[in-house]
């Protein structure tokens, strides 16, 4: 059964720092692309970050460059995404994704995706 587990979001003050984790099972993490996603109250879903399975290139939306970065262990089964000098635009639920491909623009990343985690919710107000 394949599943996506994220954790450690939570309250953080503006300038502050969160790592999320993603804990993968029931496929092989290095057969597939992975992206961080978000959804705020009220807007669409939007691609964070993403890393692809076959060269591990790895994209990040303009919002977050320079401030977040995405990671894989494939021995451990596990995606993070550490996010720092954290804004309050960043408030939304975080959800990491699977699929075959990343592709066209962040708002495009969720088509390629298959399999889905629940979301961990991340404050960012002081």
């Known amino acids: 059964q394949v599943q996506l587990v994220e954790s450690g979001g939570g309250l953080v003050q503006p300038g502050g720092s969160l790592r999320l984790s993603c804990a993968v099972s029931?496929?092989?993490?290095?057969?597939?692309?992975i992206g961080w996603f978000r959804q705020a109250p009220g807007k669409e879903r939007e691609g964070v970050s993403s890393?692809?399975?076959?060269?591990?290139?790895?994209r990040y939306a303009d919002s977050v460059k320079g401030r977040f970065t995405i990671s894989r262990d494939n021995a451990k089964n596990m995606v993070y995404l550490q996010m720092n000098s954290l804004k309050p635009e960043d408030t939304a639920i975080y959800s990491c994704?699977?699929?075959?491909?990343?592709?066209?623009?962040?708002?495009?990343w969720g088509y390629g995706m298959e399999y889905w985690g629940k979301g961990t919710s991340v404050t960012v107000s002081s």
């Open positions: 994704a699977a699929g075959w491909a990343i592709l066209g623009p962040p708002e495009d």
């Open positions: 029931g496929f092989t993490l290095d057969d597939y692309a």
């Open positions: 890393i692809s399975s076959r060269d591990s290139t790895i």
